[in-house]
């Protein structure tokens, strides 16, 4: 049974600090998802299709290496500053150079069977492997720093944050460093450039992660799990946690819209309006909508309740978009608008979906009696890269299907293919994640103020 530890309040310095791990995270998974695809088949010549395929893939490994993790992580003994956080010092080193490596643009004029190697290895090993190994820990974390789900809703919004100062140094910086303008006029990556930009996302990674490692406090002890590890057990409980599923399945609809809109910025904005400034100002715009979003979301969820803002959002991203798929507008500024009023669904259920995952591990407990964090947030974990693989193998199958290549990217029936793509996707991911949390995900407010309760006592008896 997890007890609070007698040591500082919970406060700004753990939200802060929190907030550094997920930027930490998201130099390399945002500067992945938005721009290792665009990479490869500008700078390195591999076909669109087959790098979402190997995205798709890579998700198969992260079925075996994501659990694994979950249970090194609850079967791990507690270090002196808690159980969670030391695994954050030990592999942030390791998953920044992995990082780097994928976008080697020395390789270029390798031959294609050793540049088709090079990015199923480098891919693996950063994904499957190193990200995985800190990513679990550090989002498991959250329910050892406080057991108040108010804090937890506020570490969600800080973790959040985090990830969008990520998001704007990805989106909006690089955009005017890796491309340069051909003879042609055309927006072009440039593959130097894209490495040492890069090299710079891995140093400014470790920075935040041992940021992270400093300020954060964890205060819920959670015990070393010794029972045997059962497989089959495992599997039955989770397919009866109907909390679990239907956070998965939302998560990968979620990822669906983030995504794919990170990576068809990278298309519609060069290819279609030919104007990375206005690229740079969607990624702008995207943290701003996201900030502005943070002053009021954690005081909307307690009042009205988690689940119940989250499905208001989405439909709303989801009417934007279908307006945008109608007006089909060529001024990018315009376009910018849209994406800006769509971002408020996407950025309201992302600044409380961590605390939905730990919503999930109360639920949990109270429902079975154990608590898992570390498995449960694996299962959520790759759930998130199911996300990520279903939105880079949609992205890679629908401009394969449009015809884009290196020859026909500035072909008018290919970049208007990549404007109705930007729209029409996102709008559908939105409406699934409305759908999922209304039918399938059963943690509403009341239920979550209950499980909140239910904990809160047994811990004090623990501590009696």
């Known amino acids: ?46 076909g669109v299709g087959l790098v979402g395929t190997m995205m798709m893939l890579a998700r198969f490994v992260d079925a075996f290496t994501d659990v694994a993790m979950g249970q090194l992580v609850d079967r791990s003994k507690p270090g002196k500053k808690g159980k969670f956080i030391q695994w954050i010092r030990r592999m942030c080193g390791p998953v920044a150079v992995a990082s780097f490596l994928m976008y080697a643009s ?66 909006v910086i690089l955009p005017l460093i890796v491309y340069y303008t051909d003879e042609n006029g055309n927006k072009v990556l440039s593959g130097t450039r894209m490495s040492i930009a890069a090299l710079i996302c891995s140093i400014g990674a470790v920075v935040c992660y041992m940021l992270c490692y400093t300020m954060v406090t964890e205060r819920v002890k959670v015990e070393q799990k010794t029972e045997k590890f059962d497989l089959k057990e495992l599997l039955t409980s989770l397919a009866k946690n109907n909390a679990l599923i239907g956070i998965v399945i939302a998560s990968v609809c979620m990822l669906l819209v983030q995504l794919t809109l990170s990576s068809m910025t990278t298309y519609v904005f060069p290819n279609y309006f030919k104007n990375t400034a206005a690229q740079s100002a969607a990624g702008l715009v995207g943290m701003v909508i ?68 730990t919503d999930v591990i109360d639920d949990t407990q109270v429902q079975t009696g154990e608590r898992s964090d570390g498995t449960i947030y694996a299962i959520y974990s790759f759930a998130r890269k199911l996300g990520q693989a279903a939105s880079s193998g949609v992205t890679g199958a629908l401009l394969t299907a449009i015809g884009y290549s290196q020859a026909t990217a500035y072909d008018t029936d290919v970049v208007n293919g990549i404007y109705n793509m930007t729209c029409l996707v996102p709008a559908v991911g939105y409406i699934l994640l409305a759908l999922v949390l209304m039918f399938l995900y059963p943690l509403n407010k009341a239920r979550v103020d209950e499980n909140a309760r239910i904990l809160a006592e047994k811990r004090d008896k623990a501590a009696k």
């Open 1 to 46: 049974m997890a007890t609070i530890t007698k040591v500082k309040p919970f406060g700004i310095r753990d939200k802060v600090g929190y907030m550094f791990g997920d930027f930490g995270n998201d130099f390399t998974f945002i500067l992945s998802s938005m721009m290792l695809m665009k990479f490869y088949s500008d700078v390195m010549g591999v």
């Open 106 to 171: 020395w390789f270029a004029n390798m031959p294609m069977g050793f540049k088709i190697f090079w990015m199923f290895f480098t891919y693996l090993l950063w994904g499957s492997v190193f990200y995985t190994s800190i990513n679990i820990p550090y989002g498991s974390m959250a329910s050892a720093v406080s057991g108040e789900p108010k804090d937890r809703a506020s570490l969600s919004n800080w973790r959040t944050i985090g990830a969008t100062l990520a998001g704007t140094f990805i989106g």
């Open 290 to 357: 996201t900030f502005i979003c943070a002053a009021f979301t954690v005081k909307l969820s307690q009042k009205f309740g988690r689940k119940e803002l989250s499905i208001a959002a989405s439909l709303f991203g989801a009417i934007v978009f279908i307006i945008a798929f109608f007006m089909h507008t060529t001024n990018a500024w315009v376009f910018v608008g849209i994406y800006a009023i769509s971002y408020i669904g996407l950025a309201v259920f992302s600044l409380i979906c961590w605390a939905m995952i």
